[in-house]
């Protein structure tokens, strides 16, 4: 089976709605965190990273619609974190993360761009009525899907 095969069964259990994550191979990081907009399809963006503005097939052809959940910097791929939570995947970097998986790594991604303490302080200032609390710069708010 060629690449593009395992990418196609990798992102088949992709609906709209679910977080999903970038792993950049070449450079070893993880991108994220991305609300899926469409299932997996072919080819949707012919010239997506491709290099030939007159490409018919992108180099990548698995292709799924996002948005920006949560733009943070990405994680490396030797992050002990990380490492941590993914110790129990099989087959490598690509493919279906558990839902574990998936809230750990999403929490770590967040923690790392100060998202969590905003929400903490978020969660404070109304139960307390100090509404001082400021977003952080790269924290997006979350958006509804079809908005």
Not at 13 to 39: C, D, H, K, M, Q
Not at 99 to 119: K, P, R, T, V
């Amino acid at each position: 089976m060629n690449d593009n095969g395992t990418f196609k069964i990798a992102a088949s259990g992709i609906r709209p709605g679910s977080s999903i994550f970038l792993y950049n191979v070449s450079e070893r990081l993880i991108f994220g965190i991305f609300e899926a907009l469409t299932s997996a399809h072919m080819n949707m963006e012919p010239k997506a990273f491709s290099k030939n503005p007159k490409a018919q097939s992108s180099p990548f052809p698995v292709q799924i619609r996002v948005r920006i959940s949560l733009e943070c910097p990405p994680v490396h791929d030797d992050d002990p974190a990380l490492n941590d939570i993914l110790r129990a995947r099989v087959g490598g970097r690509i493919g279906p993360l558990t839902f574990a998986q998936s809230e750990a790594l999403a929490s770590l991604i967040a923690h790392q761009c100060g998202a969590l303490s905003y929400m903490t302080d978020y969660r404070r200032g109304v139960e307390t009525g100090e509404m001082t609390v400021s977003a952080p710069p790269i924290a997006l708010p979350p958006r509804k899907i079809g908005a």
